[in-house]
């Protein structure tokens, strides 16, 4: 009879030892698939960096463009002004701009045509 409890008890260890184990065996499921979720969603905000980054330079290249094309039309305006005889401090001073903002234009009318 004495063997019949040890063996009682052995199930019932047995038993419990399973349940423990399950029992770990679920955590670490749940645990290993929270650590994908997490890489998951860290992949997600680095991809969203990089698109983000992508754009910003799309718009810094599309703002160069454009502040390049104003920039020739400012020269523009600013080389027609001298062409016509006017200083380039009266010019500043007229545009309320430094004299070192009005890029020199032709010395003469004959240097224009050729250039």
Known sequence: MAEVRKSA???AARKRARTHAAEFRAREDRLEQLAADYFVAADVLDEIDERAEQEIQAVRERAAAERAAKTMELDAVTHTMLSLGVSR???????????RDVKKGPASPNERVGG
Do not use: T
Request: aromatic residues 0%.
């Open 9 to 11: 008890r052995q199930v």
């Open 89 to 99: 401090k009266e010019v500043a001073d007229r545009l309320g701009i430094a004299v």
